[in-house]
């Protein structure tokens, strides 16, 4: 018996996409890429707004919280008072020594009303910029400028009367104060006050009396008639002056400055832009309350003769972020008040970095009663 022969099952043939299936993936690869792109670049979008808007607020209130808290200590006196107690005027301290220092416990410089684009080609004329003492103090970017006199530090009292043939003044102790050569100090009671510059190395008489040496003689003024009947004290004094200047690469910071670092500018934040500076003025000071009854610019307080009378600061600052396309267009936003009612003018923003305007309010609290 023959066999026969089992055929086995053809195999299909292997076949490829038609062009309607190559076209129909080739779609839908694209709508889930497409999809993806969308959601990445919305995530980074976010995160760069965030990111930059994080900076931001990190940058204006570690200002605003440096400068108010400044402002606080400035104009202290030795009582905490306004007023003198023999005359009851505000006390505007005398200068031994340095030549030239701004007595005023406030004072402020404002550029022309016209002040923008940024940056502004010079300062404002009336303000002289210090002359460090090492390093390069930055330019002048733009905005108002705060200048403070502050006492600061533990006061040591006075054990005697002034010597002014010597130019010495004698404290109880210098262990806490802690006054050097060169440091500038601040001598007051309640009715009058100087400032002066510790011109020898503070000695120890007898127990924990130490000597304070002065400039005497020639132009130099003399102390007033301080005595140790008023209870007077000696404190360390510091002259801080806060603006706006350009970094190394040309873009704007806070920089603040003072006598006790020899005029060297310090940076307090980058990306400060501008800043406007208006100033609360009591305009009836022999009265028996202490309230701003105008606010005013640096122009006008100076004008009017009124920087005894600052009883309080406002300050207004723009943040500006770091990265470019954060923001959708160019922002536009009020800023710098015009005129007697400080009526705030429209200010564009010259790119489209996302900006944040930051405002806080201080008294100087020993001109409050």
């Known amino acids: ?46 995160y ?12 204006g209130r570690f200002a605003l919280d440096s400068m108010t808290r400044d402002i606080r200590r400035a104009g202290a006196m030795g009582c905490g008072s306004l007023a003198s ?66 006492a600061s530090g533990v006061p040591a009292r006075m054990s005697t009367g002034v010597d002014t043939a010597n130019g010495n003044i004698t404290i109880a102790d210098n262990t806490a104060p802690n006054f050097k050569l060169n440091d500038y100090a601040l001598v007051a ?6 400032i002066f ?17 002065y400039v005497t003689g020639g132009a130099v003024p003399p102390l007033p008639p301080i005595s140790v009947n008023t209870f007077p004290t000696v404190q360390h004094f510091d002259q801080v002056t806060y603006y706006l200047g350009k970094q190394p690469n040309g873009r704007p910071a806070l920089y603040r ?6 005029g060297t500018a310090e940076e307090v934040v980058d990306n400060v832009e501008d800043m406007d500076i208006v100033y609360g003025v009591d305009t009836t000071p022999t009265d028996n309350t202490v309230s701003a009854d105008v606010f005013q ?10 920087w005894p009378n600052v009883v309080s600061v406002r300050l207004s600052l723009i943040a500006v972020g770091d990265q470019f396309g954060v923001a959708p267009q160019a922002q536009t936003f009020p800023f710098h008040g015009a005129g007697a009612a400080l009526t ?26």
């Open 85 to 150: 107690v023999t005359s009851n005027q505000p006390v505007v301290p005398s200068v031994i020594a340095p030549a030239g220092l701004v007595v005023s416990a406030i004072q402020g410089y404002t550029p022309a009303p016209n002040y923008t684009p940024l940056p502004l080609a010079a300062p404002p004329a009336t303000w002289t910029p210090p002359t460090p003492a090492t390093g390069n103090l930055p330019g002048y970017w733009g905005g108002d400028i705060l200048q403070l006199q502050i």
């Open 257 to 262: 400055y003072s006598l006790i670092n020899g």
């Open 297 to 306: 610019h640096a122009d006008a307080v100076q004008a009017a003769g009124n």
């Open 197 to 213: 510059q510790i011109t020898a190395t503070p000695t120890v008489t007898t127990g924990t009396i130490t000597l304070l040496s």
């Open 1 to 46: 018996m023959k066999l026969s022969k089992r055929r086995l099952p053809a195999r299909p043939a292997q076949r490829g996409l038609t062009l309607i299936e190559l076209m129909v993936s080739i779609a839908i690869g694209l709508v889930v890429v497409g999809s993806v792109t969308y959601v990445y670049l919305g995530s980074k979008g976010a």
């Open 189 to 194: 009671d309640c009715s009058s006050a100087a």
């Open 344 to 369: 705030p003018t429209a200010w564009t923003a010259p790119d489209t970095r996302v900006r944040q305007v930051f405002s806080a309010s201080a008294a100087l609290r020993d001109r409050l009663k």
């Open 48 to 59: 760069r707004g965030n990111e930059s808007l994080a900076r931001i607020q990190e940058a």
